[in-house]
């Protein structure tokens, strides 16, 4: 069974105070299978790792499905194979995405026929138990296919907003790796005196980006990335990245909670655009 990935499209830090963010579903996905087996083997293809599942449980990487099989409650033993398009840590929900798909395929495999509402409130639960927090943002969006609009983390459905985006094509650049995690991003905005203001001004962005065309998205994108820059969460590279994006004529600005990690661009690109992109980032993808 498949689940997808997340990017947050406005919104990001302003939404842990409260204000409101845009997340939609992309297509990079990972998958699970499950098939007979006479004892509990779980296998990370991306990873290179098999392991039993009392081995597994002692290893880092598998806590998100073990914690996905505990909270199931499911008996008999199986082989859970894993593979990821997703790259890691970087904004994208590759977590979230893991635990979907893991209990779609629990789901479909022991005949639990699991509704959406079920796979999105047992998939936040097991973030939540493996991170000790999480926002509904990742599990929800990917749980439901669907873009949402998060607000104190109750959500609402804005296809049309989903539509009009994807207009155009989305591109995801994975610039760098994270120097630092979410919860440090955090911390650092916490820490920023004028963060108030700028919050006010990201939530004015997001509503009208709501009901924007395309073209006003791009622009939008442009000045939630610079109020993102203020925050101090932006990087010289993610900051390249928007640069050159912009002259191509797209809308860009990072994506999550920055420090490193992903760029979404919106627009055509060309192939010479793309090369020049691909040249400053570790991998770009059509999403
Ligand atoms: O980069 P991510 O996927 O961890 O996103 C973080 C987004 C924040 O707004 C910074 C935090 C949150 O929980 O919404």
């Known amino acids: 069974m498949?689940?997808?990935?997340?990017?947050?499209?406005?919104?990001?830090?302003?939404?842990?105070?409260?204000?409101?963010?845009?997340?939609?579903?992309?297509?990079?996905?990972?998958?699970?299978?499950?098939?007979?087996?006479?004892?509990?083997v779980i296998e990370l293809k991306n990873l290179n790792k098999k392991l039993g599942f009392e081995e597994a449980k002692k290893d880092n990487d598998f806590r998100y499905i073990i914690k996905a099989i505990e909270l199931l409650k499911v008996k008999e033993p199986f082989f859970l194979s894993v593979s990821s398009e997703l790259p890691v840590s970087c904004g994208?929900?590759?977590?979230?995405?893991?635990?979907?798909?893991?209990i779609r395929a629990l789901s479909k495999?022991?005949?639990?026929?699991?509704?959406?509402?079920?796979?999105?409130?047992?998939?936040?639960?097991?973030?939540?138990?493996?991170?000790?927090?999480?926002?509904?943002?990742?599990?929800?969006?990917?749980?439901?296919?669907?873009?949402?609009?998060?607000?104190?983390?109750?959500?609402?459905?804005?296809?049309?907003?989903?539509?009009?985006?994807?207009?155009?094509?989305l591109y995801i650049a994975y610039v760098e790796e994270r120097e630092m995690k979410t919860a440090d991003l955090i911390k650092v905005v916490s820490e920023k005196e004028e963060k108030e203001e700028i919050f006010k001004e990201i939530e004015e962005?997001?509503?009208?980006?709501?009901?924007?065309?395309?073209?006003?998205?791009?622009?939008?994108?442009?000045?939630?990335?610079?109020?993102?820059?203020?925050?101090?969460?932006?990087?010289k590279g993610l900051n390249r990245v928007v640069r050159l994006a912009?002259?191509?004529?797209?809308?860009?600005?990072?994506?999550?909670?920055?420090g490193g990690g992903c760029v979404i661009i919106l627009g055509d690109l060309n192939e010479e655009e793309k090369e020049l992109i691909e040249k400053i980032v570790k991998s770009l993808y059509l999403a």
């Open 2 to 40: 498949k689940a997808k990935g997340k990017v947050i499209f406005f919104g990001e830090h302003a939404v842990v105070y409260g204000y409101t963010a845009l997340s939609i579903p992309i297509n990079l996905s990972t998958n699970v299978n499950i098939k007979k087996n006479d004892n509990l």
């Open 92 to 102: 994208l929900g590759s977590s979230a995405s893991v635990v979907v798909a893991t």
């Open 109 to 169: 495999f022991f005949n639990l026929n699991l509704p959406k509402e079920e796979i999105a409130k047992l998939s936040h639960r097991v973030e939540r138990e493996v991170q000790g927090k999480a926002s509904i943002t990742d599990t929800y969006t990917i749980s439901y296919e669907r873009a949402l609009k998060i607000r104190n983390n109750e959500f609402s459905f804005i296809d049309e907003f989903e539509k009009t985006v994807r207009e155009e094509k």
């Open 205 to 235: 962005i997001t509503r009208e980006a709501l009901s924007s065309d395309v073209e006003r998205i791009k622009e939008l994108m442009l000045e939630n990335h610079k109020l993102l820059d203020k925050l101090g969460v932006s990087t």
């Open 246 to 258: 912009k002259k191509f004529g797209c809308g860009a600005k990072l994506t999550g909670a920055g």
